[in-house]
Each structure stands twice: as structure tokens, then as C-alpha cells.
């Protein structure tokens, strides 16, 4: 298959979606990171621009260090949304698969017409039309595409969104998804008017009090297992209650593990809810940390990946364990 010919008949049929339909309902995955959340915005700039009504929504809230992006639109949280409006038109961003999604999708119409928009190689095709770049370092990376395909001018707010998601995905351009292509738009953008080094301070650099003290109370549960070829942190509820961190202030804190020297696989196991675990995995190269995950039922990317286990903390803990020890090379 000629992968090149294929995305093209993609973004003609991405185009095509949303000229046809009106009065979008544009979700991302729950607990947004850096590209899901830039690329909610930068669809509803591309929106906008098409004039073309919508509404921005997720499960929950964006998080804060992401608030400098939300410019003229505001993304709904879905207990502030009526559930009783339905939509018949969705546009889903960054999903890996439809669960990624949440309770969000209460409010799609049984009929719906859903636009799925992503780069993780373990998205599973859900949706009625599909706009799929595996290669791609960052949702916001197709987004860019699909936007000059519609012969849209991008505007110092929309280099923003994309550079935003290209930023935090690659890691500061640090990961081995900073493409040559992915530098190049970087420096568009950069040409184009966006203050990437302002950018990367708010997203990358700044941390707030409550962060430095769970990161603190975090290295202290640094483990490790197979010669230290694993290594892993586990935050509890009672952590992030006695901290007062939220949610987002674990962003970043599996690098940690995952940067030792000699280590393979690093680990963040995160409490959620009594009995619910999320655990974060990061690979240094060698161990396929999204094939791990999907067996879990999660997903992700080859070195970057997510999934949840029920159960407590150590029983998460010793599951993972063997999971990952045994694709240790």
C-alpha cells in the first residue's frame, strides 16, 4: 500500500466530514495531556474558520498550565453541559479508542457520524470516518496537515496549538518522534510568529508548589526489579490528599524512573480511586511498552504508554512486574 496515497484519501475524506456536517461536538481523551488539549483547540480554530458551529468538551477539566491556549474558546467540562443535547456530528482527537473518550460519549446522538483523529499506532478504527497518521509525532502534527489541505492560513494562535502539542509530545523535541518534519513546521511556526521558548517555560519548565512536594514524596517510593532494569514510583490517594496535588500535577513525574541509567522500563503507578490503578509505562528503546499495555487493555506508543489495574497499589505493582520482566531481552 502506497502509505502516502492512503493519508491523502484520508484528509479528503476528513475535509469532506466536516464541510458536510455542522454544529460539532469536539472531544478529546480524558485527563488531557499537552497534544490532546492543543488539538481541541485547534480544531475549533479550524472550525471557526469554516464557519462552523460547535462545542469543545471534555470529561473533565483542561488542565491549568494549558490555560494560556484557550484564547477565544472555552472547553466545556461535561457536568457543565445539558445531557440531554445530542449530536450527530463528533469530532474525537487524539483517542486511541472509543473508552478514551468517557462519559463524554453519553451525549452522542445513536445516529452519530464520528470523525476519529489521532497518531497512536493502537487506535482501534472506531468511528464512521478516520483521519489515522501513525507516524505522526503528535495529533496536532495531522491537524497541521488538515489544515493546509482545506487551504486554511494558519494564525500565530493556531501555530500555537500545533507547536504546543508537537512540544510536549516530542518531549521538548527530545524524543525520537522529532522528525525532520516535525522541525520543520517547529520552525514555521517559530517564522510564523510563535514564541516557542515562552511556550515551552509555561509546559515544560514551571512547577507548582504542591507538584514539587508530591515529587518529592514520589522519589521516595523509587523501586526497582530485574537488576534495575525496572524501576518504578507509586503515588496513593492519601499522597496527593496530604500534598494537595491534582491529577495533572503527576505529568512528567514517570521520567523520573524511566532516566536512570540502566533502566529499561520505568513505571508510574497512580491510585485513582480505591481499587483502580493507572500505570503510566515509558521504554528506553528496547521493550515494546504498548504491546504490554494493550494486553491490559490499554495502549499507546512504543515507548510511551498507558493502562489501569484493579486491585491495590502492590498488587498493581507485582502484576506489572511479571508483565514487563518477562519482555525483558
Not at 469554516?50 to 490555560?67: D, H, Q, R, V
Not at 499507546?300 to 514487563?324: F, N, P
Request: hydrophobic share 40%.
Amino acid at each position: 500500500m502506497n502509505h502516502a496515497t492512503e493519508y491523502d484519501r484520508q484528509l479528503a475524506l476528513a475535509a469532506a466530514f466536516i464541510e458536510q456536517h455542522d454544529d460539532f461536538l469536539v472531544v478529546s481523551h480524558i485527563q488531557p495531556d499537552g497534544d490532546a488539549a492543543s488539538s481541541t483547540y485547534a480544531t475549533g480554530w479550524m472550525l471557526t474558520q469554516l464557519g462552523k458551529s460547535f462545542t469543545l468538551i471534555n470529561e473533565g477539566a483542561m488542565p491549568s498550565k494549558f490555560s494560556f491556549l484557550k484564547q477565544s474558546e472555552t472547553c466545556l467540562e461535561l457536568k457543565d453541559h445539558p445531557s440531554d443535547r445530542l449530536y450527530k456530528a463528533v469530532i474525537s482527537v487524539d483517542c486511541a479508542d472509543f473508552s478514551r473518550i468517557g462519559r463524554v460519549s453519553t451525549l452522542f446522538d445513536e445516529d452519530v457520524q464520528l470523525l476519529n483523529i489521532d497518531h497512536h499506532p493502537t487506535n482501534d478504527y472506531f468511528g464512521t470516518c478516520h483521519l489515522l497518521k501513525f507516524d505522526a509525532a503528535a495529533t496536532v502534527q495531522i491537524l497541521y496537515d488538515l489544515a493546509l489541505y482545506m487551504k486554511l492560513k494558519p494564525t500565530v494562535t493556531f501555530g500555537e496549538y500545533i507547536y504546543t502539542g508537537l512540544l510536549t509530545d516530542t518531549g521538548g523535541f527530545r524524543y525520537s518522534n522529532a522528525s525532520p518534519e516535525v522541525l520543520q513546521i517547529g520552525a514555521s511556526l517559530l517564522a510564523l510568529g510563535v514564541q516557542g521558548s515562552d511556550i515551552a517555560e509555561q509546559v515544560l519548565e514551571r512547577m507548582t508548589y504542591p507538584q514539587i512536594v508530591l515529587l518529592q514524596k514520589a522519589l521516595s517510593t523509587l523501586s526497582f526489579a530485574y537488576d534495575r532494569r525496572i524501576a518504578w514510583l507509586a503515588v496513593s490517594l492519601d499522597d496527593l490528599a496530604l500534598t494537595g496535588a491534582s491529577s495533572e500535577d503527576l505529568d512528567g513525574l514517570v521520567n523520573y524512573p524511566r532516566n536512570v541509567e540502566g533502566v529499561e522500563v520505568g513505571m508510574l503507578f497512580k491510585e485513582k480511586a480505591p481499587g483502580v490503578i493507572k500505570v503510566s509505562l515509558r521504554s528506553s528503546g528496547h521493550v515494546d511498552v504498548a504491546a504490554i499495555a494493550q494486553s491490559i487493555g490499554g495502549g499507546g506508543h512504543v515507548r510511551a504508554s498507558g493502562c489501569t489495574v484493579y486491585g491495590t497499589l502492590e498488587d498493581a505493582v507485582v502484576k506489572m512486574i511479571q508483565e514487563v520482566g518477562s519482555k525483558l531481552i
